[in-house]
């Protein structure tokens, strides 16, 4: 977008009046002015699709709606190619994103968000302000430190009540009087009448499909008119009975019967939370499965079609282990450490482990090098605190040293005296895969060098140089990773309890600042995957939960978990986490689980061992165990325990 405040970073939507991007605040209009970690949506109205009219009745609803669950319109922006309407970015997309997801919600957190949208209602109804158009497809999600906030938008059809405050029934006559969604539309609402209540009965339809997975009425428009007028709505028993008095009351035909109010409809839900019956359920994940069909679909149900989800790839090692897991010991034994093991990294042809001065080498099963279990052991001048993977090798970092171990003779060669003395955790370090680009974080300071790299390895004779230094402002350190060859990612994360955030920033080898962006949660580990601009993350504080997180725009996938992981890994075909207790987990790149079972307890790291293998560290004071396992198929139920 030339001479425009605002770089567009990618499509992240399409809505019914036009595009939707994601675009990023530079500081000034200037076409190479610097990049802020501001992200905003630009919502595109084209003149065809959307005409003046509408275009200026969303916008005076958006700019007179100022509410934490409404999308807030910032700015008007108009260039030769089009007008746009500036708004807040929401990086967790829609509602409907989320239910496309498996089972994304536990049962309180799914209560909290309908809440959310409740309150949002709430001022938009005292403000004499009805939605009409409540639906998965028109909710926003940001995520917090407690989990997703909603935010309504698209107030595109939304009808101003001539008095504010009552709660009568009001009728527009115009050719757009009945537009809406037929899935979500009230009785009154194919008759051209409105009401506060019109958009509580929608908030019931949300409620009841996100603790079933489905909507209590399906089929054509046509059939959809009928069920909202006629049919009498069927409540599973999965559903507790209080929840069940709130979603009938709130799917009234009639509109006098619902909820005066969209607080009074909240204020129900909130006492709900505190019934024994719905607490002792509050962390069960829903949608519940339906007993009959062991999913959450309703069975035999003509539900309207929705649009099919994008079908990906799944490598032949994760369709094996979609069916059943089982978890053996290689040669049945496990490896003892003397010491503490510090790091657990491996490559597509290398696992390295490092305890103490000692850094251990394994040739991966089914690498060219591999020819049994037999391990090289390198001795380091200094306690090991990080491995870096590269090509023909890995660099090692101590606490004031790097060093470069290269294939050919495993001999530690000092690459980097950093000379400081404030401790062990004092710099962090990032090489490039292959090897050629290094970049250092110290205090204050974040340096990039090039590394003269050969087919050898990296045999240096000189001392090296920054080529560029940036300073840092922030007071600790960022992890480092590169996600190319071509730019590194600095990392931090602020766990304060006020206000948890997270900060992105992508640089070039160079050092050039590329962008960013900042996440209102704190995610301690982060690891990359082989999606392009792709991390894992886990979230500290809150509910246990796994983050996929998209960098380039940013997109945010939040995945529930029974207990919180202390370990994770990246596999070839999806994550692999491991609790306190030993439970391990694995999830494939959608984040669907495909397997469980039961391995070491207090696993401090793990890492991919061969095509289906793991190697799973446990570590005590003085020593670790390190376990090879091979994942594999066996039976229909996947439930192993862990050898010995």
């Known amino acids: 977008m030339q001479h425009s405040k605002y770089r567009i970073l990618g499509l992240v939507g399409q809505g019914q009046f036009g595009r939707v991007f994601c675009a990023s605040v530079r500081e000034t209009p200037a076409k190479d002015s610097r990049l802020t970690s501001q992200l905003v949506a630009l919502k595109e109205l084209s003149h065809q699709k959307a005409p003046t009219s509408e ?31 500036v708004m807040d970015y ?73 008095e504010i405050g009552t709660t009568r029934l009001h009728q527009e006559i115009s050719p757009d009087a009945t537009v809406g969604s037929p899935a979500y539309m009230a009785p009154e609402r194919f008759y051209g009448l409105y009401s506060p209540m019109s958009d509580i009965y929608a908030v019931g339809i949300l409620l009841f499909e996100l603790l079933m997975g489905y909507r209590p009425f399906g089929g054509t428009p046509g059939d959809l008119r009928w069920a909202h007028l006629n049919q009498r709505l069927s409540l599973p028993d999965a559903i507790p009975e209080p929840l069940q008095a709130i979603v009938k009351k ?17 204020q129900a839900l909130r006492l709900v939370m505190y019934d024994p019956a719905v607490r002792q359920l509050g962390d069960c994940i829903i949608p519940w499965e339906h007993p009959a069909t062991g999913s959450a679909k309703a069975p035999n149900a003509e539900t309207e079609s929705l649009p099919p989800a994008k079908e990906e790839k799944t490598s032949e090692a994760a369709i094996n282990l979609s069916q059943a897991v089982r978890s053996t010991l ?99 370090a990032a090489v490039d895969p292959h090897a050629r680009w290094l970049t250092v974080a110290v205090p204050g300071e974040l340096r990039f060098y090039y590394l003269a790299a050969n087919k050898t390895g990296c045999d240096r004779e000189k ?11 922030e007071h600790y350190l960022p992890e480092l990773m590169f996600l190319d060859r071509r730019h590194v990612l600095a990392i931090w994360s602020d766990n304060e309890q006020k206000n948890p955030q997270t900060t992105f920033r992508v640089y070039t080898r160079r050092g050039t600042a590329v ?15 082989p999606e392009p601009y792709t991390l894992l993350g886990i979230p ?7 983050l996929s997180m998209k960098l380039w725009p940013l997109k945010v996938v939040r995945i529930p978990l029974e207990s919180l992981p202390v370990s994770a890994c990246v596999t070839s075909w999806g994550w692999v986490l491991a ?35 793991l190697a799973i560290s446990a570590s005590t004071e003085e020593s670790s165990h390190l376990h090879f396992l091979d994942v594999s198929v066996e039976s229909a139920n996947p439930r192993a325990s862990f050898p010995g």
């Open 579 to 613: 609790d306190v207790g030993g439970q391990i987990l694995l999830l494939n790149s959608q984040g669907i689980q495909i397997g469980n079972f039961s391995g070491p307890a207090a696993s401090k790291a793990i890492a991919p061992w061969g095509k289906t293998g």
């Open 250 to 266: 709130s799917l009234e035909k009639l509109p006098a019967r619902r909820f005066s109010s969209a607080s009074q409809m909240a």
């Open 463 to 473: 001392a090296l140089k920054p080529i560029a230094a940036v300073p840092l402002p």
């Open 515 to 529: 962008g960013s962006v900042r996440l209102s949660a704190s995610v301690g580990q982060v690891l990359p995957t």
């Open 540 to 546: 500290q504080g809150g509910k246990p939960a796994v």
């Open 330 to 428: 290689l040669n049945q034994r496990s490896l003892v450490v003397p010491a503490p093991l510090t790091a657990l990294i491996a490559t597509e042809t290398y696992l390295y482990a490092a305890a103490g001065t000692e850094v251990k080498v394994w040739a991966q099963p089914g690498s060219q090098l591999f020819s049994g279990e037999a391990e090289t052991s390198i001795s380091m001048p200094e306690t090991v605190r990080a491995i870096l993977p590269a090509s023909y090798g890995c660099c090692v970092l101590s606490g004031q040293k790097l060093y470069w171990l290269s294939d050919r003779t495993w001999e530690p060669q000092c690459l980097l005296d950093l000379g400081l003395r404030q401790g062990p955790d004092a710099c962090r």
């Open 90 to 162: 929401c990086e967790g997309g829609t509602l409907r994103n989320l239910l496309k997801q498996d089972r994304p919600l536990r049962l309180l957190e799914g209560l909290q968000l309908i809440m959310g949208v409740l309150a949002g209602l709430d001022y938009a109804h005292r403000r004499g302000v009805v939605h009409c158009d409540i639906k998965p497809e028109n909710i926003l999600l940001t995520l917090g430190a407690k989990g997703w906030s909603p935010r309504l938008s698209d107030f595109g059809i939304a009808r101003r009540l001539p």
């Open 55 to 85: 275009f200026l009745r969303e916008l005076w609803f958006l700019i007179t709606l100022q509410h934490p669950n409404i999308v807030t319109c910032r700015a008007l922006e108009h260039t030769a190619t089009g007008r746009y309407l």
